[in-house]
């Protein structure tokens, strides 16, 4: 099952999603690849100590054999597909075949995603361009992170599912947008009780996780440590949240697809 984690807007948490995520889905036994979209790195710097000969920015170059691109990340059970700031500098070349660049991502790291991985995990920058276009062409479905303390949660929310939507209709038939998943959430707040009510009144529990992620400090802490919150607060609500996280995408993910979980051939 190959996942983009999406929002034009920044800040909402992407990256600590993508992170937290990937290392309570390996928690739970499965196999992750995280692949970082985002030429801002957050992804790559956070699960990988030391830099990388090889990376995402050598398949848009034209070499295709990711496997030579693709590292064990600090979390047991985490591979990552790195990318580095070089590869922003890139996106013009992509445009002028445009139809080509669109299909590359796909053609080259979806079939050894899903051969290999039971979860891959796209961490996507903060725009709605080309490198959203080419990982939501690669992936089944698309989790919208929004934030729960922003007042223009809402606008980033519903431009996101347009974009999902666009790219499943003209490129990608079987992708779908998953969830919503409400993010640093502080229920203490006016705003935060309203943009949750709202979000839960506007797509329904089919299409808003159960689970909503808090804001919460040890969150924040690990961010900063360039960790994960599992391993750097196992007692937190943060830690307990994403490990509901993962249990919840695992079941709505096996429900949708019975026979993915041991099917890498």
């Not at 290999?116 to 903060?126: A, E, G």
């Not at 080419?134 to 992936?139: C, H, K, P």
């Not at 922003?150 to 499943?168: F, P, Q």
Request: proline content about 4%; aromatic content about 6%; hydrophobic content about 40%.
């Amino acid at each position: 099952m190959i996942i983009s984690i999406i929002n034009n807007k920044g800040g909402v948490g992407k990256s600590a999603t993508t992170l937290n995520l990937s290392h309570a889905l390996a928690n739970k036994g499965k196999k992750v690849l995280v692949i970082d979209q985002d030429s801002q790195c957050n992804s790559t710097s956070s699960l990988l100590p030391t830099a990388v000969n090889r990376s995402l920015k050598d398949i848009y170059s034209g070499d295709t054999d990711i496997k030579t691109c693709i590292y064990s990340s600090k979390f047991e059970g985490v591979d990552i597909l790195p990318n580095e700031q070089l590869t922003s500098s890139m996106e013009m070349s992509l445009y002028q075949d445009l139809a080509n660049s669109a299909r590359l991502f796909s053609r080259v790291v979806r079939p050894y995603a899903l051969a290999n991985y039971d979860f891959t995990l796209i961490d996507n920058p903060p725009t709605l361009g080309l490198w959203i276009v080419m990982a939501l062409a690669a992936s089944d479905c698309a989790i919208v992170p929004v934030d729960a303390g922003s007042a223009y949660a809402i606008d980033g929310l519903t431009t996101s599912i347009k974009m999902i939507n666009d790219v499943a209709a003209q490129a990608n038939p079987n992708l779908s947008f998953l969830r919503v998943l409400i993010n640093k959430a502080d229920l203490r707040t006016s705003i935060s009780r309203t943009l949750v009510d709202f979000i839960h009144r506007s797509f329904g529990a089919d299409k808003v996780f159960a689970t909503t992620i808090p804001y919460n400090t040890s969150i924040q802490q690990a961010e900063l440590a360039r960790t994960s919150v599992i391993r750097h607060s196992p007692a937190s609500m943060g830690t307990k949240r994403f490990r509901e996280l993962a249990d919840e995408v695992i079941r709505i993910t096996s429900e949708r697809e019975p026979s993915l979980f041991g099917d890498r051939t």
